[in-house]
């Protein structure tokens, strides 16, 4: 797999533009006093689905309709961010949309992705086992599979690396949390197509951290769970193009806690006023921990999504603040 060039990144640009505009980069003065570094944040929280995977939803489906003219549906798994891309970049394009979420999965994602017409189903005790009842599912009733990793997937995603990049292009490094990987790749994608030297850092939650070990060891490492309150970072799992791209160009890739993380959650919300879902505060949460690592520099952080149910809102805020 390679990686999308700046003209497929600009192409790309052209398609995300038709349905939704440029999130805001923001400096917080209250959230650079707290980390001690110039800190930008990259506000995908404030997408038509609350998260940045609608920009790869959308040049996947203008891809699948160009490719496959006659395709009727589609289906996916997801513990929620992709399947709301899948489910709005589907009605878009005028396909039926079936997605698979685990057991437990977040009820404000489930009614979020029924309400852009999708039709769920609730299988397995995690994303893996919902992801391998997706490809079973889609043969018996010929629906053409959206992975949560692909080249199309990340030259859509890419385009919010562009917006960084376009308004920040002297960031000394930027902190992505790694899923899957389409977002850490498609900012790879976009630093590599502007030339510039900023440092992307990965990361993981230490209950999901099969991208560390495979960063650490050099080749894809799988975990026998991923038990995080971020379910977007809930991955045991790795894709193999991915652990290449992101051992090739990474940084590094720094752990977060629980703690860790529900503290950063906090933090967007009192220094902010946004609200963040685990994986979307987990970048901050690793800039915290390794702040001593600037001073005077230019670092940015992706609050990659803002869907979480309330009650567990409220129950972060109320056991940390």
């Given at each position: 797999?390679?990686l999308?060039?700046?003209s497929?990144?600009?192409?790309?640009?052209?398609?995300?533009?038709?349905?939704?505009?440029s999130?805001?980069?923001?400096?917080w003065?209250l959230?650079?006093?707290r980390?001690?570094v110039?800190v930008f944040?990259?506000?995908e929280?404030?997408t038509?689905?609350?998260?940045?995977?609608?920009?790869?939803?959308l040049?996947?489906m203008s891809?699948?309709r160009?490719r496959?003219?006659?395709?009727e549906?589609v289906?996916?798994?997801?513990?929620?961010?992709?399947?709301?891309?899948?489910?709005?970049?589907?009605l878009?394009?005028?396909?039926?949309?079936?997605?698979?979420?685990p057991?437990n999965?977040s009820?404000?994602?489930?009614?979020?992705m029924?309400s852009f017409?999708?039709?769920?189903?609730?299988?397995?005790?995690?994303?893996?086992?919902a992801?391998?009842?997706?490809?079973?599912?889609?043969?018996?009733?010929n629906?053409?599979?959206?992975?949560s990793f692909?080249?199309?997937?990340i030259?859509?995603v890419?385009?919010?690396g562009?917006?960084?990049?376009?308004a920040?292009?002297?960031?000394?490094?930027?902190?992505?949390?790694?899923?899957?990987?389409?977002g850490?790749c498609?900012?790879?994608?976009?630093?590599?197509?502007?030339g510039?030297?900023t440092?992307?850092i990965?990361?993981?939650?230490e209950n999901?951290?099969?991208?560390?070990?495979?960063f650490n060891?050099?080749?894809?490492v799988?975990?026998?769970?991923?038990?995080?309150i971020a379910d977007?970072?809930?991955c045991?799992?790795?894709d193999?193009?991915?652990?290449?791209?992101i051992?090739?160009?990474?940084d590094r890739v720094?752990?977060?806690?629980?703690?860790?993380?529900?503290?950063?959650?906090?933090?967007y919300?009192?220094?902010?006023?946004?609200?963040?879902e685990?994986?979307?505060?987990?970048?901050l949460?690793?800039?915290?921990?390794?702040?001593?690592?600037?001073?005077?520099?230019?670092?940015?952080?992706v609050?990659?999504?803002?869907?979480?149910?309330?009650?567990l809102?409220?129950e972060v805020l109320?056991?940390n603040?």
């Amino acid at each position: 797999m390679k990686l999308p060039n700046k003209s497929d990144i600009e192409s790309a640009a052209s398609t995300v533009y038709q349905y939704m505009s440029s999130t805001p980069l923001y400096d917080w003065p209250l959230l650079r006093k707290r980390c001690g570094v110039n800190v930008f944040v990259k506000h995908e929280n404030h997408t038509p689905t609350g998260a940045f995977k609608i920009r790869g939803g959308l040049t996947y489906m203008s891809w699948l309709r160009s490719r496959y003219p006659t395709s009727e549906g589609v289906i996916a798994a997801t513990t929620g961010n992709h399947g709301q891309s899948v489910a709005l970049a589907a009605l878009k394009n005028g396909l039926s949309a079936v997605i698979i979420v685990p057991e437990n999965n977040s009820n404000i994602k489930n009614k979020s992705m029924i309400s852009f017409g999708a039709e769920l189903i609730t299988y397995g005790h995690d994303f893996q086992a919902a992801y391998e009842y997706a490809l079973n599912t889609a043969e018996e009733r010929n629906l053409s599979i959206v992975p949560s990793f692909s080249e199309y997937l990340i030259s859509g995603v890419s385009t919010y690396g562009l917006e960084i990049f376009q308004a920040q292009p002297d960031l000394d490094s930027l902190y992505v949390p790694i899923g899957l990987g389409s977002g850490i790749c498609g900012c790879i994608a976009a630093r590599e197509a502007f030339g510039l030297k900023t440092k992307i850092i990965g990361v993981v939650a230490e209950n999901a951290a099969c991208y560390a070990l495979s960063f650490n060891q050099k080749k894809p490492v799988s975990t026998n769970s991923a038990n995080t309150i971020a379910d977007g970072l809930a991955c045991r799992i790795p894709d193999s193009d991915a652990v290449r791209i992101i051992n090739k160009y990474v940084d590094r890739v720094v752990q977060v806690n629980e703690n860790e993380i529900k503290g950063a959650m906090g933090y967007y919300f009192t220094d902010t006023h946004n609200i963040a879902e685990g994986a979307g505060a987990a970048p901050l949460a690793a800039l915290i921990k390794e702040r001593n690592r600037y001073q005077n520099k230019n670092v940015g952080v992706v609050l990659t999504g803002g869907n979480l149910d309330l009650k567990l809102y409220c129950e972060v805020l109320k056991n940390n603040y």
